[in-house]
Structures are given as C-alpha cells and as structure tokens.
C-alpha cells in the first residue's frame, strides 16, 4: 500500500478558466445586448457613451469573475490515496475535508457543452450520507475529461468477479437499457408542453420589452383580434403556445436521455446519458434500497413509467429542472420494459413491483371526496360572501369556477384512492401512492429501518390508519395511506417482524 504522505497534492485544470471566461461572456452578452437596446431607444445617453459604458462594465464583470476562479483554483488542492479522498478548499476561509474510499457510493461526471469544449469535467463523489448535506460529498470543478473518467473507474472498483459469479471475467459490462427513440411518445402527454410553452411566452415578451416593442405587439394582438374575433384568436394562441411548448419539451427529452444507457460493472450500476451535457452517475449496488416505478398519468394511460432508485447518497431530483433528474435509472419507457430493468436491476426473476397490490377500504374514498368537495366549498363560500359584498364580478366568478373544479377536485379524489395500495413479496414491501402520477416503491425489507402507525380520530372511527416504514435512502419514508388498521398491524408484523413484534399484544 502506497504512504498517503508520498503522494502528491493535485490541482485543478487550469483550462477551467476558459471556460469561466466563456460562460461569463454568455451572460454579459445576455444582459448587455437588451440593456444597450434600452438605453440607446430611450435616449438617455449619447450612443458612443453607452457602448464605452456597457464595455467597461462587461470587462469588469469578466475580470473580477475570472480573478475570483482563478484565487479558488490556487487555493484548491486534492488527493486520492489508498484510503480517502482528500479537499483542500478556500480562500479566505480554509477547508480541509476527508472522504474515506470505503464510504464512496456515487460518482457523478457532469460535463456541459463549455466543459466539452475545453476538455474537462466536474466530478461529484458521493457517501452514504444525506445526499444534502454538506459532508455528503466532494466536488472536483473541474479535471481533465480523461482523469475524471479514469478516477470514477478507480474510486468504485470492486473485487474482481469469481469463476462462480454470473459475469463472466473478460466480458464487457452487460446493458441493461439503452435509449429508444420510440420513448419519445411520452413527453407529449407530460405537463412539460404547457410549462415550457408559456414560460417561452414569458421570454419573448420580456425580449420585445427589451427591445422596444411591446406597444407594436400589443397593437398588432388587437389588430388580429378585430380581424378574426377573440373566440378564434384564443384557440389558436394555445395551440401556438402547446405546440411551442412541445417542440420546446422534445428538445429537453432529446438532450437529456440521447445515449442513455444503464449497464451493471462488477456491483456498480452505470447510466451514462446527454447530448451537449454529457452525465455520468455511477451507484454501488450496496446502497441500492429498493426502486420505484412512477407512472405520470399521461404516461401511464400510454402504458409507460420511469424507474427511480431508492438509494442512499443519491441526490433528490429536481422536478423543476427537466432533464435534472439525479436518481432516474430509467426514463419514460413502456411498463414492460420498465418492470424488466427492474427485475435486473435488483437481481430479481420478476420486479417486486408486479406484486399483487391490496387496495384499501372504501372509507378512504369517502374521505379523499369529502376533502375534495370541502376544499371547493370554502373557496366559494369566500368568493360569494366577497361577491355579495364588495362586487358582483365575484358572483359570476364563483359559479363558472364551481363549474370547473367540482368535476376536477372529485377526479382527482377518485384518482388518488385509485393508486391507493401495498403489498410484499417475500424479500420487499411494495408501497403504492400518487395522485396524477402513481409510484410504486419497492422496498428491501432488510433497508427497512423503521415502522410507524398513525391514527387520527377521525381514522379511528373509520377503521383507517397510515402505515409508514422508514428507510436511509430516497426520500427516507415511504406510506401507506388509510389503509386497514388491522390489516396494517397484520402486514407490518409479516414485513418487518423484529421492529414490531415487542409492541403487538397478540389475543
């Protein structure tokens, strides 16, 4: 074994500057171009001052940017030895942070556009620890493409496999999944079409602000108006804003999951993904809890869902950031497909998620319908109470929106109560839940760490109870929602007896 004290402390890539120098351009373009426009429109200054102006501030930003990466990038030092992983960071402010090898479960190589141009990447080394905590992890901005690669190989090694193992030795790494572009049926019936097309409204309108013209836009919107009456132009503008969107959503599926793929190395599950933005998350299969099948209603009334890991040291996706999604081992891929990867990936003949799912009492139906109808009742109770007092609009208001949410708020009850479920197998506890989109957690009852069974009075009465298991990985709890109590106690006894089996009183 190497002495860690003989080996050398390493720096980052200095081409990281480059690439601070390029990104910030970017922006001093973004922001300078629509503030030059303004200023020069409005007369305010004489048009070469502006341009002096304007220069010297992106100069300055640039400057001062670019100083800031290149102190952080003096004052950065790493290691890795035969034990841990070593950070020096700071420079005001000095950091000195240890990750020891046995504990990396996750390496994740990130590398956007500019990154690809200059050659390097940011690496991400995860624990076992919360994936938010600041401990959990160390962050190498930026090495080599070539050294980040080659240190994710390094840092997740696994024994060798033996003659005995499933893999044979000298064989590449098996696929498990790899992306198809017939998946693409799924984004148009997600909720990206509608959020991106009117935020892509939003810009533009921002960008004819910018520029000056709003006032011609507005005239030539009423101009249309006059010319083609409102019930036609409103159609049309949705369409325009839907078909926007889609384009807009495609774009994001394209770039995010175009050579996706998700193979098993020794104990390590690998998916490797992007088109400008290269990512590369690596998970060891011993911090691997379960997974979960989240079928999107679109997707599912298609016969599609994704599959996300319950593990430990995973960072949480970020649901507003498409294409953000840290823990998704499989993107939106029909169900079959989905439920196989699944058993793969969990080194199962079947998927636990294909268990036979309980459903659970009526009463829970009548509970999500009486919460449906109370909620649309006290909205309305307020606006005809403001209505009859403060102005009649409201009156109108109330009536059109009951029109609406009513059917909406009992769909959604009824919805709800439909992905109400669990169930187990003999090695996991299958959870199901979800309003528009159903998730179906499979959980290693060996993860499974601890059980808690609430009741309301108002449960009691209906002989309901939420039954919630608590595991260190994901989202770290998992329930099921007005379920049978005794059924709770019966099936929480059958799961995870050694937790609950001091507390039961048996007749």
């Not at 910030?24 to 502006?50: E, R």
């Not at 196989?340 to 009463?363: C, M, Q």
């Not at 808690?452 to 329930?479: I, N």
Request: aromatic content about 6%; charged content about 20%; hydrophobic content about 50%.
């Amino acid at each position: 074994m190497t002495d860690a004290e003989d080996i050398a402390w390493q720096k980052l890539d200095k081409r990281t500057l480059g690439v601070t120098t390029a990104g910030m351009l970017g922006v001093c373009v973004a922001i300078g171009v629509p503030v030059t426009s303004g200023l020069i429109n409005n007369d305010a200054l004489p048009v070469p001052l502006v341009l002096l102006l304007v220069l010297s501030g992106v100069v300055v930003v640039v400057g001062a940017v670019v100083l800031y990466d290149y102190l952080r990038i003096r004052k950065t030092w790493f290691r890795v030895t035969d034990e841990k992983v070593e950070l020096r960071t700071g420079i005001l402010r000095r950091q000195h942070r240890a990750v020891h090898r046995e504990r990396i479960r996750t390496v994740d190589v990130h590398a956007h556009p500019l990154y690809r141009v200059f050659g390097v990447a940011k690496v991400h080394i995860g624990t076992g620890e919360h994936a938010e905590s600041e401990g959990s992890q160390l962050t190498l901005d930026a090495v080599s493409r070539s050294f980040a690669d080659m240190l994710r190989d390094d840092l997740l090694t696994r024994p060798a496999p033996t003659v005995d193992s499933d893999e044979p030795v000298g064989e590449p790494p098996p696929v498990l999944a790899e992306f198809d572009l017939g998946w693409l049926r799924y984004v148009p019936v997600s909720i990206w079409p509608g959020v991106l097309g009117v935020a892509a409204c939003g810009v533009a309108w921002q960008i004819t602000d910018w520029f000056g013209l709003r006032d011609s836009v507005l005239g030539q919107a009423a101009e249309l108006i006059r010319e083609l009456s409102l019930w036609t132009v409103i159609p049309l503008a949705v369409v325009v804003v839907l078909v926007v969107g889609l384009v807009a959503s495609l774009a994001f599926g394209v770039e995010a999951w175009w050579n996706f793929r998700l193979q098993r190395t020794g104990d390590t599950l690998q998916v490797r993904r992007g088109l400008l933005i290269h990512r590369s998350l690596s998970l060891a299969e011993d911090r691997l809890r379960g997974v979960e099948l989240v079928e999107p209603y679109g997707a599912r009334l298609l016969g599609g869902g994704r599959l996300e890991a319950v593990a430990t040291g995973i960072r949480d996706n970020k649901p507003d950031q498409p294409g953000e999604d840290t823990k998704v081992l499989l993107p939106e891929a029909p169900r079959e497909i989905a439920q196989r990867v699944a058993a793969e990936i969990l080194r199962e003949p079947e998927s636990p998620t294909t268990a036979d799912i309980t459903g659970h009492p009526r009463a829970a139906l009548r509970r999500r319908l009486l919460w449906a109808v109370s909620a649309v009742a006290a909205l309305e109770a307020v606006l005809v109470v403001v209505g009859m007092t403060v102005t009649s609009v409201l009156l109108d208001v109330a009536w059109i929106s009951a029109i609406v949410l009513v059917p909406a708020a009992l769909f959604a009850a009824v919805e709800n109560y439909r992905n109400l479920g669990h169930g187990h197998t003999e090695d996991y506890l299958v959870v199901r839940y979800g309003l528009l989109a159903r998730r179906t957690a499979a959980l290693r009852r060996s993860g499974i760490i601890g059980v808690t069974v609430r009741q309301s009075p108002f449960q009691r009465r209906l002989g309901l109870a939420d039954f919630t298991v608590t595991t260190a990985a994901g989202s770290g709890a998992f329930t099921a929602y007005d379920a049978d109590d005794a059924e709770v106690l019966a099936v929480a006894c059958r799961v995870v007896p050694d937790l609950l089996d001091p507390f039961v009183v048996r007749d």
